[in-house]
């Protein structure tokens, strides 16, 4: 169905461009800006873990001994840091046997089945599981006397805004901003040309004194000023013949 209203087509073209250039700006914050701030939360998530793993260690050097599982410390602390942060921690050996855990449920990371790690420091595995939501899985070695431990931590936070969401929100409201703002435009450019055209056809109709009164120095201004030029032309150019017949 073709559009024959100059008025819809200069909306719709306006809101097309419109659109377009929303879809650009976004996918440019989120390669750079959204990038960037997912990489500054990364290695604030790193340190964080690095701090745990620290204290971790340092529980386990003053009783080292004592087998994970069976130290009373150990495991305190794990629940302090789960139920402080809301993340769930497990501790497993070498042959992936579970020793501890801080919550009831059953295990649901198979560290066999995930993909390449985000980031790598101080030997901590930093896997992301959602790029929608913030939830992550880190893996962190301990080492208990000649054997290496596991602390697994894993968080899961559906409601956080991200920042690409925000942004996003922003700019479709600046976006319904500037659609309103491009109504009463297109209706200016197309009123005048209306007026333009109005003006023709009351000049066909034989009305030789007819004449626009577009104002502006812009295109249909001078598209008005050119119409008068040649109106004024042929109104004397028949008034000229009309004499010439009477004489």
Not at 10 to 18: I, T
Not at 221 to 246: H, V, W
Request: include cysteine; charged fraction near 20%.
């Amino acid at each position: 169905m073709k559009i024959k209203s100059l008025y819809i087509k200069l909306l719709l073209s306006f809101l097309g461009v419109l659109f377009i250039t929303e879809i650009l700006i976004l996918g440019l914050f989120i390669v750079t800006a959204g990038r960037n701030f997912r990489n500054y939360i990364d290695r604030q998530s790193i340190a964080k873990l690095q701090i745990f793993k620290e204290v971790v260690q340092g529980k386990i050097n003053n009783a080292p001994l004592i087998p994970i599982e069976q130290n009373n410390d150990i495991q305190e602390l794990l629940q302090t840091f789960s139920n402080l942060f809301d993340v769930n921690l497990w501790i497993t050996a070498q042959d992936n046997t579970l020793l501890f855990k801080t919550f009831s449920a059953p295990v649901n990371i198979d560290p066999g089945k995930l993909g390449k790690y985000d980031m790598l420091e101080d030997g901590i595995k930093l896997y992301h599981l959602s790029r929608r939501h913030i939830k992550y899985y880190a893996q962190i070695p301990v080492r208990t006397g000649e054997k290496i431990h596991t602390v697994h931590i894993h968080f899961h936070k559906n409601h956080q805004k991200k920042p690409e969401v925000i942004f996003l929100f922003g700019l479709l409201s600046i976006g319904l901003i500037i659609a309103l703002l491009i109504v009463p435009l297109a209706r200016i450019i197309t009123k005048r040309i209306k007026q333009l055209n109005q003006s023709a056809l009351e000049f066909a109709d034989g009305h030789l004194g007819c004449r626009t009164a577009i104002k502006g120095r812009d295109e249909i201004a001078e598209l008005g000023n050119s119409f008068n030029f040649m109106a004024d032309k042929l109104e004397k150019m028949i008034q000229g013949n009309k004499e010439l017949t009477a004489n």
